[in-house]
């Protein structure tokens, strides 16, 4: 119930996104007051029979909505590398390409972490030529917003000591749930390491939220500049761009969730909203690494 400033009571029912679920809510009415309220969720899932009459009326408007989306609006002249296993354990040139986007058109920002989880695109090569919405779509299916966070050199040394602990090596004494998951491994723009498989992990007891071990895998970290590449420095504070979701804590990102708001700023550009304007204003590109992202076994 939302309560307005004379005292009367909205009732604001919300059953999720994507059409994932759908609610009913039952409301006792006696003399004009709601006595009783009885909500029920039902979850929208692929084995459920579809209703015919319904397939029928949205079938002409899916068909238009696809047909609009598949609508070139630039091209690639290499493939994109968005397969799952090479976007959560290295750089690829699709991680490259959309974290330079962010940094480049995002004003003021010095480095760009986004998690691998937030691109997707079929856990395939898309080959080059023609790139559709639709496409994108398929790259981007959550609706991330940028925000841009002030962090010192110290809490990004930290941030990528987790997103390197998504390289699960044999032996390394740091239980699956105690890490980041796979999803959480960082692609980056402005930023050149190496991530050494050898070394601890960072890792953190699941229940208790500890610390158990800081991780000492991330090497030779720099900065990139205009004059090239510099070592970060720990104490500097720099404008770093990441998703929503990770800025919230999400893949295990507390040390992002525990700074303060007032070091944080929602920049409300959506991320797939930016690469398909980089797409329009640049096409062709021509995306490749360029070896920002080391990892030594």
């Known amino acids: 119930m939302v309560t ?77 590398d968005v397969r799952k296993q090479t976007l959560r354990t290295e750089e690829t040139n699709a991680g490259d390409w959309v974290t330079d986007t962010v940094r480049r058109t995002v004003p003021g920002v010095d480095m760009v972490l986004i998690n691998a989880g937030s691109i997707r695109g079929g856990d395939r090569i898309i080959p080059a030529g023609e790139l559709s919405y639709l496409t994108l779509n398929e790259m981007f299916p959550y609706e991330n917003m ?99 979701y990770i800025s919230n804590g999400g893949d295990g990102y507390t040390i992002l969730e525990r700074i303060p708001d007032d070091r944080k700023f929602n920049t409300e550009m959506n991320l797939i909203d930016l690469v398909a304007d980089e797409i329009e204003k640049q096409s062709p590109v021509s995306p490749k690494t360029d070896g920002r992202i080391r990892v030594v076994e």
């Open 4 to 80: 307005s400033g004379d005292g009367t009571e909205t009732m604001i029912v919300h059953a999720g996104k994507y059409g994932e679920e759908m609610d009913t809510v039952d409301l006792t009415i006696i003399d004009g007051v709601v006595t009783e309220t009885v909500i029920e969720r039902y979850t929208i899932s692929e084995d459920m029979a579809d209703d015919k009459a319904i397939t029928a009326f949205v079938s002409p408007y899916y068909t238009k909505y696809t047909e609009s989306l598949s609508e070139g609006i630039g091209y690639t002249t290499v493939p994109l």
């Open 146 to 244: 940028i925000v841009t966070v002030q962090m010192t050199g110290r809490e990004i040394t930290e941030t990528l000591e987790w997103s390197a602990s998504a390289l699960s090596v044999s032996g390394d004494g740091c239980p699956g749930a105690d890490r980041v998951p796979s999803g959480g491994f960082m692609q980056v723009s402005g930023l050149q390491f190496a991530v050494n498989t050898t070394a601890d992990t960072r890792c953190i007891d699941a229940e208790t939220g500890k610390i158990t071990a800081a991780g000492e895998r991330i090497e030779n970290l720099s900065v990139v500049t205009a004059a090239g590449p510099v070592p970060i420095d720990r104490e500097q504070t720099y404008t770093v761009a990441v998703t929503d």
